[in-house]
């Protein structure tokens, strides 16, 4: 049996408040091969969290399903969820133990406006009983991760686009956007296109001196034309990778592209968790989220506790033998060594061997945010810079991950070594990696960060040039003032080995051809000048600056004066109220800010088209009524035709998109036409466009 399940029927109910799935899908009859179990890890685990399947349905790759997320992680955008939530008409939590609060950004920030932000945020959960962690507390995804609330084998998502983490201990983590969360709020659910499956192979033994972070910089820089773009990631024969390094490579997982990034379930696993588990037993008291343990019994732990990491060994989930995968790479660990990412692109990776000769000084290191502030990461720094001090001149930031973290790392003397090295201690938080608080890189100069993002201008001035690598790395070179390794290495090592196959999958031409259909007060074609903004992988940062995005003040003429900022100031002059924009391959990747979507609609754009987006851009835009049309050979033709020495460029053609039907007329400048064949849009997007967004279409049927 065959399933489309369409975005309509997931998100529509008979039932006010839920969000529940009715699949529309078509039978054929059953062969052989129908009753064979080919799904894979992924798609065994999203099958737990499915709702209203056909009997004996298991889904598949490309399926649109309702999903009841185990647990749903937000974190000072809670403060930006809130009014959603409200003004949905919800009045109280579908399960207020799903939703996690926890503040982590911005916690530098001790404005009077940002306490007060944060204070609302702790009586509302304090309001509802949804579980809270306050500002020093930790960064999100850490707590999730220390806590349980991510855990083997569960779907979890959050708003915030390195839930990907969460798959370094064979969990489904994946993001979703600000309305999202609330609907999850409100009705428990949402929806969810399951994407393809690749199977990542990782083959051989790391060298000594190679970490979790040189897999995923050498993954990001070895496939960077998009090969795993909005896919989820399930990776193979990792055994010899600590958990600690497998959750540095499910975190940038999101940088390479992915949706979600999983290992599977090992006895490395289970020893992880009990090794948790015992140190949950002697700092229980400190987590006000728990009930208080009866007199004269042992506490447990709700989550993490023998009989659910029992529960793991009992009952394995592991892929079908015949598993089918849309794309297979395999990777050599063997024939890596120490990688740096950038400089401002994480797509660009180069052995550190190279770079090592080329004397690139440096003003500032960072040791912070969710890929690379655990224990073992700063313990790896502190034996780098044992009895040594930090460059003069240079700034060196430190930030364990989690409070629970930074005990661990006290204890053991290690956080006491980075301080006397010299290291500048921050808060457990995000800080620079999101471009907030102390230490931001100033016009012109170049930091090198274990952090998990470069792009141009999130960690300071657009002028300045970020690195990424390993913790050890980055220690080394706030030692030396320069990037360097911790140890010599062999500028002529061969370069990794790897390969990639990709599967044919078989094609459905069951399905009748119907005419499109457009519902009434629907534009059925949109008519404008293209504004053309050629570049790949153009990030939300880019798109809408960080140093607004936790503004919720930001009123939508404020946004219009600042959108696409980091990319081009300029842009702001040229932009015209009706005009349709074009961009590159990959557009919006990134950060899960919504804003990115809401500031480009802030100009009066009502549809964009690009070579391809970001999957996490397009859910926001979808939800946000921005409407989106993917034409690869248009944003190419516009490539060879204009150049790309301007960043925004008004071309001078007009188009006419039928968007039902799939159709871009083009009449270029020069008086010749062009049609561009291209997706329609369904009756599901046009319903949320009428709605004015996924939050208005929720409104309307609570």
């Given at each position: 049996?065959?399933?489309?399940?369409?975005?309509?029927?997931?998100l529509r109910s008979a039932n006010a408040g839920r969000v529940v799935s009715s699949a529309l899908y078509r039978r054929t009859f059953a062969t052989s091969s129908d009753v064979t179990d080919t799904q894979n890890l992924i798609e065994k685990i999203v099958q737990k969290y499915a709702l209203d399947l056909p009997e004996?349905?298991?889904?598949?790759?490309?399926?649109?399903?309702?999903?009841?997320?185990?647990?749903?992680?937000?974190?000072?955008?809670?403060?930006?969820?809130?009014?959603?939530?409200?003004?949905?008409?919800?009045?109280k939590f579908y399960n207020p133990k799903q939703p996690v609060f926890a503040l982590d950004h911005d916690v530098q920030n001790k404005t009077e406006k940002n306490l007060k932000k944060y204070a609302n945020i702790a009586?509302?959960?304090?309001?509802?009983?949804?579980?809270?962690?306050?500002?020093?507390?930790?960064?999100?995804?850490?707590?999730?991760i220390e806590e349980g609330y991510a855990f083997p084998h569960t779907l979890t998502v959050a708003s915030d686009s390195h839930s990907n983490i969460y798959g370094g201990i064979g969990a489904v983590g994946t993001p979703i956007v600000r309305t999202d969360a609330a609907a999850i709020w409100a009705t428990g659910q949402t929806w969810w296109q399951i994407p393809p499956v690749v199977k990542v192979?990782?083959?051989?033994?790391?060298?000594?001196?190679?970490?979790?972070?040189?897999?995923?910089?050498?993954?990001?820089?070895?496939?960077?034309?998009?090969?795993?773009?909005?896919?989820?990631?399930?990776?193979?024969?990792?055994?010899?990778?600590?958990?600690?390094?497998?959750?540095?490579?499910?975190?940038?997982?999101?940088?390479?592209?992915?949706?979600?990034?999983?290992?599977?379930?090992?006895?490395?696993?289970?020893?992880?968790?009990?090794?948790?588990?015992?140190?949950?037993?002697?700092?229980?008291?400190?987590?006000?989220?728990?009930?208080?343990?009866?007199?004269?019994?042992?506490?447990?732990?709700?989550?993490?506790?023998?009989?659910?990491?029992?529960?793991?060994?009992d009952n394995p989930l592991t892929p079908a033998p015949n598993a089918t995968y849309a794309k297979k790479l395999t990777l050599d660990l063997s024939t890596l060594t120490p990688y740096i990412s950038g400089p401002n692109s994480v797509k660009v990776a180069t052995p550190l061997a190279e770079l090592e000769q080329k004397d690139i000084k440096?003003?500032?290191?960072?040791?912070?945010?969710?890929?690379?502030?655990?224990?073992?990461?700063?313990?790896?720094?502190?034996?780098?810079?044992?009895?040594?001090k930090v460059k003069e001149g240079v700034e060196f930031y430190v930030a364990a991950a989690s409070s629970e973290v930074q005990k661990e790392v006290e204890e053991t003397g290690d956080w006491q070594t980075l301080l006397e090295a010299g290291a500048k201690p921050l808060p457990a938080g995000c800080g620079p990696c999101i471009g907030l608080g102390t230490g931001l890189l100033k016009d012109n100069e170049v930091g090198i960060s274990a952090t998990n993002r470069n792009f141009k201008g999130?960690?300071?001035?657009?002028?300045?040039?970020?690195?990424?690598?390993?913790?050890?790395?980055?220690?080394?070179?706030?030692?030396?003032?320069k990037i360097?390794?911790?140890?010599?290495?062999?500028?002529?090592?061969?370069?990794?080995?790897?390969?990639?196959?990709?599967?044919?999958?078989?094609?459905?031409?069951?399905?009748?051809?119907?005419?499109?259909e457009v519902l009434p007060n629907f534009p059925s074609v949109i008519r404008g000048e293209l504004l053309f903004c050629h570049a790949d992988n153009l990030n939300t940062d880019g798109i809408y600056p960080g140093k607004y995005t936790y503004n919720d003040d930001m009123t939508i003429d404020d946004m219009k004066k600042v959108v696409m900022e980091n990319y081009d100031p300029n842009f702001v002059n040229m932009v015209q109220d009706g005009d349709i924009l074009v961009g590159g391959f990959n557009f919006g990747t990134g950060s899960s800010r919504e804003q990115a979507a809401t500031a480009i609609k802030s100009r009066n754009i009502q549809i964009m088209i690009a070579g391809s987006y970001s999957d996490i851009f397009k859910r926001n835009s979808i939800n946000n009524a921005l409407l989106l049309i993917d034409s690869p050979e248009l944003s190419q033709d516009l490539k060879n035709e204009m150049g790309t020495d301007a960043l925004t460029k008004r071309t001078g053609w007009n188009v006419a998109i039928h968007v039902a039907e799939g159709r871009v007329e083009v009449k270029k400048s020069d008086g010749s036409e062009k049609t561009y064949k291209v997706g329609g849009l369904g009756k599901s997007v046009q319903e949320i466009w009428l709605d004015n967004g996924l939050e208005g279409w929720v409104k309307e049927r609570l």
């Open positions: 049996m065959l399933v489309t399940i369409s975005t309509k029927n997931i004996g349905y298991k889904v598949k790759s490309g399926d649109y399903v309702s999903i009841r997320p185990h647990h749903i992680l937000t974190h000072d955008n809670t403060g930006a969820v809130i009014p959603k939530f409200k003004s949905i008409g919800a009045t009586a509302f959960a304090k309001e509802h009983g949804v579980d809270f962690y306050p500002a020093g507390r930790g960064i999100g995804h850490q707590v999730m192979q990782l083959e051989g033994k790391l060298q000594p001196g190679v970490t979790g972070k040189d897999v995923i910089i050498s993954l990001c820089g070895l496939f960077n034309q998009d090969q795993v773009l909005n896919t989820a990631i399930e990776f193979h024969g990792g055994e010899v990778l600590s958990v600690e390094d497998r959750l540095a490579i499910a975190n940038m997982t999101t940088e390479w592209g992915a949706l979600a990034g999983v290992f599977p379930v090992d006895d490395l696993t289970i020893e992880y968790l009990r090794k948790r588990m015992r140190r949950i037993e002697l700092t229980h008291f400190e987590n006000k989220n728990l009930a208080p343990t009866p007199k004269g019994e042992k506490f447990v732990h709700p989550r993490i506790n023998n009989d659910t990491i029992q529960a793991l060994i440096i003003a500032k290191a960072y040791l912070v945010s969710c890929v690379n502030s655990r224990a073992s990461d700063l313990r790896q720094a502190a034996e780098v810079v044992k009895g040594k999130r960690m300071g001035s657009p002028s300045s040039l970020a690195y990424l690598a390993s913790p050890a790395v980055v220690a080394a070179s706030a030692l030396s003032g360097s390794s911790p140890n010599g290495l062999d500028a002529n090592a061969p370069p990794p080995k790897f390969t990639i196959e990709t599967t044919k999958q078989a094609t459905d031409d069951s399905s009748a051809t119907t005419e499109p």
